[in-house]
Each structure stands twice: as C-alpha cells, then as structure tokens.
C-alpha cells in the first residue's frame, strides 16, 4: 500500500497576494482538468447509485427521465454504460453482433477521449467483436482475436446507445445487451458471470459539481493517471494547490474557500462559452453545438493551438466525445427566446415546429443550465416526433409548450421548474440540405403571456 504523504496549500497571507494566485491557478487548473472530473463524476455515480463495481454492466432497459443525470441525455435511446480499469492488465469488452437494433458508442480513456468507436457506424460495423483495452505501458503479446484499443489511462468507460428498428421494441434491446460481456483478459479461459444492473427508475446522479469537491475528484484522478508531457505545466499549477502526483488531498478551510469560489467562476465562463457560437440560421438564436470546434471530426486540435475552452463547454452543455471516424448526430441549443431573453423556469414558451421538417425524426428536450443535465423531479423532459403522445396542427406542424405546468395537451409539453434558469436542446436525426443552406428554419421559443 502506498505511503503517500498529506500536503497542505501554503497558508494565505492576503498581503502578499497569494490568495490571488492560488486562486488564478484553482481556475486554470479546473478548466484544464475538466474531462478528469467529469469522467470521475461519472465513475462515482456508477459505484455509489448502481452499487456497481468494474466487471459489471449498468443499462436503461426503458427511455431515460430526469434520474439519468448526465449531460444532454436522449430519450430515443437505451443506454448501456461500464467503468474498467486495466491496472491489473488489458480488459475485454465482448459486444455480440447487434441485428434488429442500432448500437452506436465509443470507449474512452479517463481524459474521455476516443479510444474506439463502436456498433453500426463504429469499428465493428454492427458485427459485433471482442475489444481488447491495453494499459499505456502494456509490452505483452495481443491474442489475433482480439481487436486491440491502447490506452493512455488505467481507467476508462464505455457508453453505449441501443435503438429499436421497431419503436417501443425493448424486447430486441434487451436481448443484444444481455450478451454483452467486460472481464480480465487474465479471465478469458472461463469468464465470470456477467452482472447486469438496471437503472431505469433510478438516480444516476453523474452532475458535476462545481464546488471545493471538484478539486477533491480531481486529485483523485491525478493519483490514478500517468502524467502526459504536455500536462506538466498543470501539475505544476497544482502542486501549489496541494494537489501531488503522490500525495493526499487535504486543503484547510480558507483554502477550500478560494477552490469553492474558483470552481464557481469557471462554471460561470463555461455558460457564457457554450451560448456563443454559429447560430443554426441567420437571426435565431439556435446554435450550433460543435460549430466552434476547430479541428477535423471534434478533435479540438490543430496544429497551433489546443481548443480547450470550446472542448470544455462542450463537454460542459452536450455529453459527447471526440469522435474519430465521424460527426454525431447535429444538435442545437437556445439559451434565449425570440425576443433575446434568457430562458426562465417561471416563464412559459412555446416552439412552433413548422411541417415537413427535413430531417428523419426529431427530439426536444430542456436541461438545467447549471448542470446540462434533464430537469431534476421532471414529469415529462422532452417530445420527440412520431410519438404516440402528441398531437399535430390541422397543417402538419406541432407546437411543444414549455413551462412548470401544462397549457393544453400534455404530449406537446415539457417540464421546466419554476426557479431554475434552462436551455433548450433540439436533437435532428438525419437532417436533409434544408437544414444547413436555410431553406428550412426551426423557429425560436415564444414567449407565452
């Protein structure tokens, strides 16, 4: 067992300005540790609401609600998601040939990067395979039937989204997730019993928190990692915060003031970040989630320059990684209605979705602006066309109200809580040309009377 010594912050002497300081490096070491602790929050959630354990396999066998608090969830889909760690050696995930679903997901590393993308449109084309996650330092010799994905972490996780052909068929879902397999390479011969833990119904609470325990999970991590080169700089930064390689976390209490108030600010700027960008068309207020992005396929790197602060408000608002081979589905958001005003839980809006939208099908949903995630204690958090709930107009149109309670038909609302800031998130599933050479316009939010 390791005998890792505490460290302590230096004590704040406010005349030398070192309060300052530590707390200008609180925020630059939060902006550059994001991934970390929204990777970690996640870990948690797995450990504490599932009560799962590496080996084990949580999934949605119904449609999320607001209990499932990760960013920008949808509610098309099933979820299936696993923590591993390869600090004993590589793990195997095992996915079966996924016929009359679509799976599509991707396995990262504890920076929640791409390691590999999965399913229909991922490595294995729907075909399913046994991936073969390898440590950052593994020299061993690799099995030929094993598709190989090396690491730059010990740990990392996998998220999986498993749509019916047929709407409503949680029968087909079900039946490919429960084939589904995550062990040691060291047990191969004779794998274990897979444990399979259902959340639907339950909190999953995988919010970050933007408080002094931010930096409790990010040294947490830091522990776990191997340092990249490029990240010594930070560590540096951190060292005067407390935060060691080798070292145990235990700031005192003036010091987890400034950390608190830091964290704070970096919030702040991660919501001004992630409601600037290109708007969806010209005079709206929609916009574009990844318009901003600066490298090729959501890499946020080019060859001067590392995007971190758009990486950040994205990993921030939407709960989407790097893609390597592709883009994901488009998304959009509003932070504003029609007239320019932040949206407001206590207000009432309404969205006109014009007929023939040009694009496969379409969802809507609201999420809380602190958090990016569903609308905690929501009855209803999004419509999506083609539902058996709604109700369209005598045109073809529909209209989704949102407010604290329902104007007129249910189907068509969504949940907002009435002492909660929010934004809208629209969702276009296979959108058509009319989407993006402005031939066809989502409207923005109507404020009701």
């Known amino acids: 067992m390791s005998t890792a010594s505490a460290r302590r912050a230096p004590e704040i002497d406010r005349s030398t300005g070192l309060e300052r300081l530590l707390q200008n490096r609180a925020i630059e070491t939060a902006i550059w540790g994001l991934p970390l602790v929204r990777f970690d929050a996640m870990r948690q959630a797995f450990f504490r609401d599932a009560q799962a354990a590496y080996g084990d396999i949580v999934c949605w066998s119904r449609p999320a609600d607001w209990q499932l608090q990760i960013p ?90 498993v749509k019916p052909t ?22 191969a011969v004779n794998p274990p019993e897979q444990r399979l833990i259902d959340m639907s119904g339950r909190l999953f609470n995988a919010a970050v928190r933007f408080d002094d325990t931010f930096f409790d999970s990010l040294a947490r991590m830091v522990r776990e990692e191997p340092p990249r080169t490029r990240d010594l700089v930070a560590m540096s930064q951190m060292h005067s915060l407390g935060i060691d390689k080798d070292g145990v976390f235990r700031p005192d209490r003036p010091v987890r003031e400034i950390l608190k108030q830091s964290a704070g600010e970096v919030r702040t700027g991660l919501l001004k970040t992630a409601m600037t960008g290109d708007s969806l068309s010209p005079s709206t207020q929609w916009i574009k989630s990844d318009a901003a992005c600066p490298g090729p396929a959501l890499s946020y790197e080019t060859a001067t320059r590392f995007g971190i602060d758009m990486r950040n408000a994205e990993f921030f608002a939407v709960f989407e990684t790097p893609r390597k081979r592709r883009r994901p589905e488009p998304c959009v958001r509003a932070f504003f209605d029609a007239s320019g005003e932040p949206l407001q839980g206590g207000t009432s809006y309404r969205l006109h979705i014009p007929a023939g939208a040009p694009m496969k099908h379409w969802e809507v949903a609201s999420c809380d602006l602190e958090t990016g995630c569903f609308v905690r204690e929501s009855p209803q958090v999004a419509v999506a066309s083609g539902s058996s709930t709604t109700k369209q107009n005598a045109d073809g149109s529909m209209d989704v109200h949102f407010g604290s309670t329902p104007p007129g038909h249910e189907g068509n609302w969504i949940y907002t809580a009435p002492t909660r800031p929010w934004f809208a998130l629209f969702r276009l599933y296979e959108p058509e040309r009319a989407v993006f050479d402005n031939t066809w316009v989502l409207p923005d939010l109507e404020k009701i009377a």
């Not at 195997?92 to 449109?121: C, K, M, N, R, Y």
């Not at 997730?177 to 062990?183: A, E, G, I, P």
Request: charged residues 15%; neutral net charge.
């Open 166 to 187: 047929e709407p409503g068929d949680t029968t087909s879902v079900m039946s490919i997730v429960s084939k589904m397999r995550v062990y040691s390479l060291m047990q």
């Open 72 to 161: 920008t969830a949808s509610t098309l889909s099933s979820y299936v998601y696993f923590n591993f760690n390869t600090r004993m050696g590589p793990v195997v995930i095992d996915l079966p040939p996924a016929s009359g679903v679509f799976l599509s997901g991707t396995i990262v590393s504890s920076w929640e990067s791409t390691l590999v993308e999965v399913g229909h449109q991922g490595f294995d084309k729907g075909r399913g395979g046994k991936y073969l996650v390898l440590p950052p330092d593994y020299t061993g010799m690799v099995p030929s039937r094993y598709i190989s994905v090396r690491s730059e972490t010990h740990n990392g996780r996998a998220l999986f989204c």
